[in-house]
DNA sequence: GGCGATCTGTACAATCTATTACAGGATGTG
DNA sequence: CACATCCTGTAATAGATTGTACAGATCGCC
């Protein structure tokens, strides 16, 4: 038997370079699909990969494997293995990030992560789970990137929520709307933007819940807001870094999913179906079946070619 | 498809006592190594267990199995559905911040940049650091915020950075005047965007030059790509993180930096002047065209207001 | 110990699978 | 534009696999 603690995943990742095309399609199902795919037929996995069998031999054969039976005895190896030792599970990811700004950026992660209250997490979930609530999410310059991460999970798990106007007179127009039922998400890191600010300060005086995004040194917002978030952004480059901030929205969104879990299934299951009918041209709203549809667009974004034929 | 829920492990458990002694023997061999050795032949299997392959088979049909093929179809969905949705499995409600989940994030930063190729790195600077080249970016549903975060650090160093369209139409409008001294940066990750995909086609066969920032999995658009990124986007988490790819994204624009050290500093210097001017009233200072603003302000939002304002 | 019922293994046929050879097609070069 | 090279799919074949019929073995019971 191989050497069991090389995973097959890397050996295909190390091979790539090598590969043709057709055989990297391959790569990539088999990735995606790991490790069940290859455990079918050869050519039921080459169906899957829309390529020939033999091709799927020849990428077999590149990896190093003897055959196919080979390969799928060596699946059923690691299958086995990672039963055995789930907790040896071979680690493979090399401790060396590269470089040193690679292990600032971890510090960042972790020292944000560090700092954070379960607490404050605890209630602010609540506070987002909360149908009957609308959410209103501002970023500064360099945050609204990470405000628009922070929408876009809460985008698919919930009613409600919104974009708060990049431009002023828009989000004047938007704020006088807002109540005490109203929950505002404000970022805002150092080189403190005013307008962020002033918001914060509105929200706060209509009586809206502000939950604030902010760096060690804290924005000024936080001194009316109801709940806070600290990041770290400082690195040795001259420009700050969203990954802290990046990670406390990603562990929010797994707690809010967490939390909302029986609501977010469903809601996600029928956006999906929205989506297909969006995609596909003038058909009646029947379509259910999970279609991997290529999403007929544009006639320039025809979908994919892949039909050599003859 | 079988209920997914139920286990085949469990089938076997309840249907234990209507099975004579050497069928038991075939489930008491088939849980010890469970699932691999379901997925061998009956032969294998059968000498495993120290029993006839009919015995074998007489046991899968009694589990309700229509057959062999049958039975390791549904071993392989097994395995399937475990590793596409950890989260069907009973979930833990409570949420650790920190512990779990943040070294899974951390683990995400450290994967991603421990692949990192330097090689590619140097390229795609030397590339980014050559001004007459047009920078264009896309991001599909869930990356455009990073493609956010690259564009930010891009627009604040040199000229011509561009966000490619979201909508196809006008996208394609702009991808016609694209060419060969053009850079075009496509962000996709699973649950790949057919019409990135597509985008990705077209500017390489426009001659462009085409960097691609995708998972582990690989977006089609790779086969295509002139300089390929990726990262780690999966956790325990239903939803992937973008941690790894903001990591490359900091990376590089740190790297910028430095190459471009001499021409930014001036750079950042006339933009800082530039935006002066514009928050202040009916000044009539050089006028550039440059016009990424921060949005003129309006009296409820007026700058400089440090006053607590109660 | 003899009998019946149940269990189990052997042998073989039908089917499916992996593999190889080869030719058409794409791609790039001079 | 012709040539060479490299991919990639088709078709044929050798081999392995599943499923079944049947005969021998085992066990319980009288």
Not at 249 to 263: K, Y
């Amino acid at each position: 038997m191989s050497d069991p603690q090389i995973l097959i995943a890397d050996r295909i990742s190390a091979a790539m370079s090598s590969m043709t095309t057709s055989e990297k399609r391959v790569a990539r199902v088999l990735l995606a699909r790991y490790p069940a795919i290859g455990l079918e037929s050869v050519t039921a996995f080459a169906e899957q990969a829309e390529v020939s069998a033999p091709t799927v031999l020849r990428f077999i054969t590149k990896l190093g494997f003897g055959g196919y039976p080979d390969f799928r005895r060596a699946l059923r190896e690691e299958i086995d293995d990672s039963r055995k030792f789930p907790l040896t599970r071979p680690r493979p990811t090399k401790i060396d990030v590269g470089s040193d700004f690679g292990n600032e950026l971890l510090e960042v992660v972790r020292a944000t992560l560090g700092e954070i209250e379960p607490a404050v997490v605890d209630e602010v979930i609540e506070l987002l789970a909360d149908d009957r609530r609308s959410v209103n999410v501002l970023g500064g310059d360099l945050t609204k990137t990470v405000a628009g991460h922070l929408l876009y999970h809460l985008r698919k798990m919930r009613r409600a929520v919104f974009q708060l106007p990049a431009v002023n007179q828009e989000r004047a127009d938007r704020l006088i709307d807002l109540g005490k039922k109203d929950i505002v998400i404000l970022f805002d890191v150092r080189r403190y933007q005013d307008d962020v600010v002033t918001t914060a300060r509105i929200a706060s005086q209509r009586g809206c819940t502000v939950i604030l995004f902010t760096d060690q040194w804290m924005s000024e917002a936080a001194e009316v807001a109801t709940h806070v978030f600290r990041a770290k952004v400082e690195t040795s480059s001259p420009w700050d870094s969203l990954l802290g901030l990046a990670a406390i929205v990603e562990t929010l969104a797994l707690a809010l999913d967490r939390r909302l879990w029986s609501v977010v299934r469903p809601r996600l299951e029928a956006v999906e179906r929205y989506k297909i009918n969006l995609t596909s041209r003038n058909k009646s709203p029947a379509g259910d079946k999970d279609q991997r549809s290529d999403g007929p667009d544009t006639a320039v974004f025809e979908s994919r070619s892949k039909k050599p034929a003859v």
